[in-house]
C-alpha cells in the first residue's frame, strides 16, 4: 500500500537552501537589531575626494585611508552602529600601527558591508537620467568579499525628479539591476541592502516625490519577486520623502515623518528584514529629527525595524572638524559618536533637540 502521506521526520532538514535561507536572516536581524543603524562610508574615491576638497583637505590615498581610520577608531561606535558599508579600497588599508581598517571594524564588534556597484552612468538615449552599472562579473566579486569576512553589500540607484523624468524606462532598468545583484548577493551569502535613491534636487513638491518614490518601490519589488530574491534578507535603503531642496514650499518635521511612512507603508512587503534610510543631503540634525518623529508618529505600527543607514548626517560635521589635521582627531571621534548616538535615540523616538546642546 502507498501512503499518500509525507514523512514526519525530514532526514534532509534542515537543508543547504534552509540553512543559506536562515543565515541571511540572522545576518540582517544582527544589522537591525536594538537602536543601532548603519553607517555608510563607503563614498567613492571621487565623491570621498569631492568632500575632501570642499574642506581643503588633500585627496590623496592616505589622507582617505586616515578618514576612515579615524570613523573605524572611534571609541564605543560599536554601540550605536551595527554594520560599516565599506568601500572596496579600504579594504586594503592598514591603520597607522599596522592593523588593517577592516579588522578594527570587526573588533569594535560592527558588521563589514561593502558597496559594490560601479556608480551611476548616463542611461543611453535619456538625458538627465542614469542608470548604476557593475552586474559584469559581480558573482565572482561577492565571492572573494565573502571570503574577506564581509556580510552584507550595497548598490544605489538614482532617481532624478525633473521636467519629464524619471521615465519608465529608467525606472525599470534600475529596478531591474538592483534585483539581479540583490539575487547574486543573496547567492554567495551576502545580505543585500537594496538602495533606490529618488533624489532631493529640483523644485517639485512634496507629493511628487512621494509618487515617485511609490512607483520605483513598487517596481523594486515586482523584480526581487521575478528574481526569487527572499525578502525576509534584504534591507531596503530608501530617500525620505521630502520636498525638493528648492521648492517654495518646505515642509514640517511631522509631514515629512508622515509622508515617508505612508508611501513606504503601500509599497513596502512586511516581509522585508527592515528600513535604514539614506540622508541625502539633509543635515544630521534634520535627517535624524525626521527618523525620531516617524518612531514618535508610527511606533506600534510599523511592520519593519526603521532605522539609519547615513553617510554625510553622520560623517559630515565630523570632516568638518577634523580637516585633515591629526590634533583634531579626538574632538571629530566625538562629532561622529555625538551623530550616531542622536540617531540610535531616534530609533526609539528618544532624540531630542536639547541633545544637540548637551
Ligand atoms: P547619504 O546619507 O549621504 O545620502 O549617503 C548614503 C549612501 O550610502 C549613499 O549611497
Redesign the pocket.
Request: proline share 0%.
Given at each position: 500500500m502507498t501512503t499518500l502521506m509525507a514523512p514526519l521526520l525530514d532526514i534532509n532538514f534542515p537543508n543547504k537552501e534552509t540553512m543559506d535561507k536562515l543565515v541571511l536572516t540572522a545576518t540582517a536581524a544582527a544589522l537591525l537589531s536594538g537602536s543601532k543603524g548603519l553607517l555608510?562610508m563607503?563614498?567613492s574615491t571621487a565623491t570621498c575626494n569631492k568632500r575632501f576638497a570642499a574642506l581643503g583637505i588633500p585627496q590623496t590615498e592616505q589622507f582617505r585611508r586616515d578618514w576612515r581610520e579615524l570613523i573605524a577608531t572611534t571609541p564605543g561606535l560599536g554601540e550605536y552602529i551595527s554594520g560599516a558599508?565599506l568601500y572596496d579600497e579600504t579594504l586594503y588599508q592598514n591603520g597607522k600601527d599596522g592593523t588593517p581598517v577592516l579588522q578594527t571594524i570587526i573588533n569594535a564588534g560592527i558588521i563589514p558591508g561593502i558597496?559594490v556597484d560601479a556608480g551611476a552612468k548616463p542611461l543611453a538615449g535619456f538625458p538627465g537620467e542614469k542608470i548604476t552599472e557593475g552586474l559584469d562579473g559581480l558573482r565572482e566579486r561577492l565571492n572573494g568579499y565573502y571570503k574577506m569576512g564581509l556580510r552584507f553589500a550595497?548598490w544605489?540607484a538614482v532617481i532624478a525628479i525633473g521636467n519629464g523624468i524619471p521615465t519608465a524606462a529608467c525606472i525599470e532598468a534600475n529596478a531591474d539591476a538592483l534585483a539581479r545583484y540583490a539575487a547574486l548577493c543573496q547567492e554567495a551569502g551576502l545580505v543585500p541592502?537594496v538602495?533606490p535613491?529618488v533624489l532631493m534636487e529640483g523644485t517639485h513638491e512634496l507629493q511628487v516625490c512621494f509618487r515617485v518614490t511609490e512607483r520605483m518601490m513598487r517596481a523594486v519589488f515586482t523584480r526581487l519577486y521575478l528574481q526569487g530574491v527572499l525578502l525576509e534578507g534584504i534591507i531596503i535603503?530608501p530617500?525620505m520623502v521630502n520636498p525638493g531642496l528648492t521648492c517654495p514650499v518646505q515642509n514640517t518635521i511631522e509631514e515629512v515623518a508622515d509622508a515617508t511612512v505612508q508611501c513606504l507603508l503601500q509599497s513596502v512587503p512586511a516581509a522585508v528584514a527592515g528600513i535604514a534610510?539614506?540622508?541625502?543631503?539633509?543635515s544630521g540634525e534634520l535627517?535624524t529629527a525626521h527618523l525620531n518623529a516617524m518612531h514618535i508618529r508610527y511606533r506600534s505600527k510599523l511592520p519593519w525595524p526603521l532605522t539609519?543607514?547615513?553617510?554625510?548626517?553622520?560623517?559630515?560635521p565630523a570632516m568638518g572638524i577634523w580637516q585633515g589635521q591629526e590634533k583634531n582627531k579626538r574632538a571629530a571621534q566625538q562629532a561622529l559618536l555625538h551623530r550616531a548616538g542622536c540617531d540610535a535615540a531616534a530609533r526609539s523616538g528618544e532624540y531630542t533637540a536639547a541633545m544637540e546642546k548637551a
Open positions: 555608510a563607503d563614498e558599508i558597496k550595497k544605489r541592502v538602495e535613491e535603503k530617500n534610510f539614506l540622508s541625502g543631503g539633509q535627517a539609519f543607514s547615513f553617510a554625510r548626517a553622520i560623517q559630515q
